[in-house]
């Protein structure tokens, strides 16, 4: 088990935004984490990285919480924002030295995996721009460049294919598969349901700070038959119920 949360209560101040989230994540598969805008996708994200500290329940990666050993917890995850965060000072080189000094990883080999992402994400003739000089896209890829450099056995991804154009897109999907048959597990929040259908292997659908269901999409069919056999019908059906039930 790479991620495991248990009986999470918690959010931004003495009234939870999370009431009692129960889900994980397993090695070698990728989960997507649903739900409308407000569901609590962002405050869990933000409790797994260390950012929110539980009122109630816990979060382990591979049986440790962050309060066991803070730095040996955080060098697990690799974590990909929804708005790419970039250090206005630093170029794309320095960003990646950035990288393979707070994950304290070799240089060398860890070059040699930057060059590759590099390549991949036609960034390698960049090395020396400024995040000033980088469009919305470009600047995601950086993002992942940094994170998936790294040997992280958790990788979080929020709204990754917002900014991406199709081709890179693509490359991410084949790199987050790459990462799954290496042993890593993957949460990926997303509102791209067709793509995240044909991608994941589970899923957790949040409402209202609660986990409204989870599971596959054969479990999620079983569950509610009545809704449709696609995810976007399915999580249709749920949210609009969900809005008659608050």
């Not at 000072?89 to 590099?118: G, V």
């Not at 995040?131 to 790294?150: H, R, W, Y």
């Not at 294919?161 to 490359?171: M, R, S």
């Not at 999620?220 to 609009?240: K, M, T, V």
Request: net charge neutral; charged share 25%; aromatic share 8%.
């Amino acid at each position: 088990m790479i991620l495991k949360i248990e009986h999470l209560v918690g959010g931004y101040s003495q009234i939870p935004v999370l009431k009692d989230i129960n889900f994980e994540v397993r090695a070698g598969e990728l989960v997507g984490l649903i739900g409308l805008n407000g569901a609590g996708k962002s405050t869990t994200i933000n409790h797994i990285i260390g950012l929110l500290t539980p009122q109630k329940g816990k979060v382990t990666i591979n049986g440790k919480t962050i309060y066991q050993d803070s730095e040996a917890y955080k060098k697990q995850i690799a974590y990909i924002p929804e708005l790419p965060v970039l250090y206005p000072e630093l170029t794309l080189r320095e960003h990646i030295n950035l990288t393979i000094m707070a994950y304290r990883l070799d240089a060398k080999k860890a070059w040699e995996s930057a060059n590759k992402l590099l390549k991949t994400f036609r960034l390698a003739n960049k090395l020396d721009w400024f995040p000033d000089n980088f469009s919305k896209g470009m600047k995601q890829k950086v993002m992942i460049v940094c994170a998936f450099l790294t040997d992280a056995k958790l990788y979080i991804i929020d709204e990754p294919f917002l900014g991406l154009d199709p081709l890179a897109t693509d490359d991410l999907l084949k790199l987050i598969d790459e990462r799954k048959r290496a042993g890593a597990g993957v949460l990926m929040s997303t509102h791209v349901l067709d793509t995240a259908e044909k991608y994941c292997d589970r899923f957790v659908l949040l409402h209202g700070g609660q986990v409204q269901t989870q599971g596959d999409m054969a479990s999620l069919r079983n569950q509610n038959p009545n809704l449709g056999n696609s995810l976007s019908e399915i999580y249709l059906g749920l949210a609009r119920a969900g809005e008659h039930d608050d």
